[in-house]
Each structure stands twice: as structure tokens, then as C-alpha cells.
Nanobody
Framework: QVQLVESGGGLVQAGGSLRLSCTAS????????LGWFRQAPGKEREFVAT????????NYADSVKGRFTISRDNAKNTVYLQMNSLEPEDTAVYFC??????????WGQGTQVTVSS
């Protein structure tokens, strides 16, 4: 099994920055891709960013390109999401997820990010 725990969420003013962390434990050798998703109240969950465990490839949603950066530290089994130039529209619960055998099989509990105007 794989367990994912997010941290780093909080309240920040528009234009500010925040860094989210997601630490994986368990059978992490099964993971080929890690990702960040978010869900705002009353909205469907949406893709934010992904990174291969090797770090060779990254993908971003158009809405966050140029503002967010995904990275990883394999030694710590941790993936990060550096969020800059935050906007109120970025307010959501952010989840990390692990892609295993063609499925987003494991999800964290989520961490709240609130951006005030």
C-alpha cells in the first residue's frame, strides 16, 4: 500500500506564495507518476500538475503555467508544489496522488489553500 500526506496549506494574500509538500510512504517503488489536483467548493476536482518519479517529465494545467512549479526529492519520497503569484481563484483543497499501473490509485487527505484578495 501507499500512503500520501500533504502539508503546507494555509491562508495567503493574493500575489503571495505557498509551498505544498506531499510525502509518500509504503510501497513507493510502484509509483511512476505523482500529481497535484485541486477541488474548490461546489466544483469538480481538476488537474494541476504532474511529475514522473524520475523527474524527467512535468505537465501543468494552463491555468497555473508560469506560476506553479512541481518538483520532487526522491530521497525523502516527497513531491512539492511551489505556488507563486497566487490568486483568489486558486483557493481550493489541494490533493496529491500517486499513479500506479495506469491508475491514480492513491490519494492524500488534502490540504486547504485559501487566497484572500
Amino acid at each position: 500500500q501507499v500512503q500520501l500526506v500533504e502539508s503546507g496549506g494555509g491562508l495567503v494574500q493574493a500575489g503571495g506564495s505557498l509551498r505544498l509538500s506531499c510525502t509518500a510512504s509504503g510501497r513507493t517503488y510502484h509509483i511512476n507518476v505523482l500529481g497535484w489536483f485541486r477541488q474548490a467548493p461546489g466544483k469538480e476536482r481538476e488537474f494541476v500538475a504532474t511529475i514522473t518519479w524520475s523527474g524527467a517529465g512535468t505537465n501543468y494545467a494552463d491555468s497555473v503555467k508560469g506560476r506553479f512549479t512541481i518538483s520532487r526529492d526522491n530521497a525523502k519520497n516527497t513531491v512539492y508544489l511551489q505556488m507563486n503569484s497566487l490568486e483568489p481563484e486558486d483557493t481550493a483543497v489541494y490533493f496529491c496522488a500517486a499513479h500506479i499501473n495506469s491508475n491514480w490509485a492513491y490519494w492524500g487527505q488534502g490540504t486547504q489553500v485559501t487566497v484572500s484578495s
